[in-house]
């Protein structure tokens, strides 16, 4: 069992609770978001406005999901490869990309070690929607970042890092905290985001109440990650092998001051 596939899921409808993984979660991901195509736009924009400054044609999305950014990139005009260690994301991502007639190059492969790119490198690597945190280990992290290090164009590579600053919110007292609330009437779902906040990890439970013949569906899927600061990032950044790190707000626009998201730009 990989780390990826080490969440629970909880499907229950007037019956006995049943154990899943992440691998069911790829055709429930993009509800998570009010307008994930939408959003697919945002986050290319914001990605934009660091990867332009860099002359940037190339790009792998080594933790790409259903491919928000990926998606969002390829339409922008980059050229795009993709990856994860979910084979049910990528072929969810494989639809995408049919149905809008994007060329994006897919391989699954664990980000901790991109051997499935080894034949190739990128001007640009990206890790968006705190999936670095995913690991089951901090020593993980470095582990990840170094096999990004490995991928890039040396000198002249960079890579984003987008990262949920937890700590931030752990200093504000948090203990339990629901996200967000989505309600679509047109499928009768409700969509909720739980954060329980630990010392060393924060474990985000998303839950999807339906409505069926059947009743009222709820399913839950959980994921941990591991709370890590702006400067832990940065300090393991440079640890990985990148002689420039700048930390930015989520769009791209200003430095880092707390804000809640961030992205971390590395160069090789």
């Known amino acids: 069992m990989d780390f990826r596939t080490q969440v629970e899921c909880a499907d229950i409808c007037y019956g ?28 290319a924009l914001s990605l934009d406005a660091l990867l332009s400054q860099y002359g940037v044609h190339t790009v792998l999305d080594c933790a790409c999901g259903t491919g928000i950014q990926s998606i969002g990139l ?19 991502l494989k639809e995408k990309a049919r149905t809008r007639q994007l060329s994006i190059e897919i391989r699954r492969s664990d980000f901790r070690n991109l051997r499935a790119w080894k034949d190739m490198r990128f001007d640009a690597v990206i890790c968006c929607g705190n999936s670095l945190t995913l690991v ?47 309600v679509d009437n047109n499928r009768a779902e409700l969509v909720l985001d739980v954060r329980r906040f630990g010392i060393e990890r924060v474990w985000v439970t998303h839950m999807f109440i339906r409505w069926n013949f059947k009743g009222w569906r709820l399913k839950t899927y959980t994921k941990s990650y591991i709370c890590l600061s702006a400067d832990e990032l940065r300090d393991n950044m440079f640890r990985a092998g990148f002689h420039k790190v700048r930390l930015f707000d989520i769009f791209g626009q200003r430095e880092f001051e707390d804000d809640e998201w961030l992205l971390a730009v590395g160069e090789t």
Request: a positive charge; zero cysteines.
């Open 16 to 43: 006995p609770r049943t154990q899943g993984s992440f691998e069911d979660m790829a055709t429930d991901f993009d509800s998570l978001f009010d307008n994930v195509d939408n959003l697919s736009k945002l986050e």
């Open 74 to 92: 390829a339409q922008m005009g980059y050229q795009v490869f993709a990856s994860d260690i979910s084979r049910s994301m990528l072929e969810r």
């Open 136 to 182: 089951p280990r901090v020593e993980d992290i470095l582990r990840s970042l170094r096999s990004m290090v490995r991928v890039l164009k040396t000198p002249g590579g960079v890579s984003i890092i987008g990262l949920h600053n937890y700590p931030k919110l752990k200093r504000e007292g948090k203990i339990l905290l629901v996200r967000r609330a989505i």
